[in-house]
Nanobody, 120 residues
Framework: QVQLVESGGGLVQAGGSLRLSCAASGRTVSSYAMGWFRQAPGKEREFVAT????????YYADSVKGRFTISRDNAKTSVYLQMNTLKPEDTAVYYC?????????????WGQGTQVSVSS
């Protein structure tokens, strides 16, 4: 079992920055890639970014490339999402997840989510 707890959400003006954190714990957590997904009101949950544990390879949704950066600490127990140049359309609940790939179906473990609101 893997437990995930997100933090760092909040309200920010367009053009601002936020840093989300996800603390991971549980057996074999280091076996998984860690991803960030988001869900805006009335929309489906979508992929944002992911980072693999072994090679530290990163993948991003086109909508956030060049603005968001995913990283993890050396102990491999936390993952971060640095979000710069935020736009109102980035407003959503952001979820941390453990699994594989870039689709929701590849992720079995989810955090409770943290709200990010970007005002224009």
């Amino acid at each position: 079992q893997v437990q995930l707890v997100e933090s760092g959400g909040g309200l920010v003006q367009a053009g601002g920055s936020l840093r989300l954190s996800c603390a991971a714990s549980g057996r074999t957590v280091s076996s998984y890639a860690m991803g960030w997904f988001r869900q805006a009101p009335g929309k489906e949950r979508e992929f944002v970014a992911t980072i693999t544990w072994r090679t530290y390879s990163t993948y991003y949704a086109d909508s956030v490339k060049g603005r968001f950066t995913i990283s993890r600490d050396n102990a491999k127990t936390s993952v971060y999402l640095q979000m710069n140049t935020l736009k109102p359309e980035d407003t959503a609940v952001y979820y941390c997840a453990a699994g594989y790939g870039t689709s929701l179906a590849g992720y079995n473990y989810w955090g409770q989510g943290t709200q990010v609101s970007v005002s224009s």
